[in-house]
């Protein structure tokens, strides 16, 4: 739990500055150009794996294998 909690709390952080990098007058979930794995025209991870897509609910989601399940 406590490394679940460091790398959430690392991504929101990484998040947050990316977008107000871009566009530092407003936070908005809109802004996704600096995720890695979550983008249509992306085909490999920055570790080399195929990057996989999903639709459900009619919402696209992408991933690859090297993420690590929670549940």
């Known amino acids: 739990m406590k490394a ?3 790398a959430i709390r690392h991504v929101l952080n990484e998040a947050i500055r990316q977008i107000r990098k871009h566009k530092p007058d407003i936070i908005s979930g809109e802004v996704r150009d600096f ?8 085909k490999e991870s920055p ?25």
């Open 4 to 6: 679940l909690l460091k």
């Open 35 to 42: 995720l890695k794995i979550h983008q249509h025209h992306t």
């Open 47 to 71: 570790g080399g794996a195929p990057i996989q897509q999903q639709t459900k609910g009619g919402r696209k989601t992408y991933f690859t294998a090297e993420q690590t399940l929670y549940e």
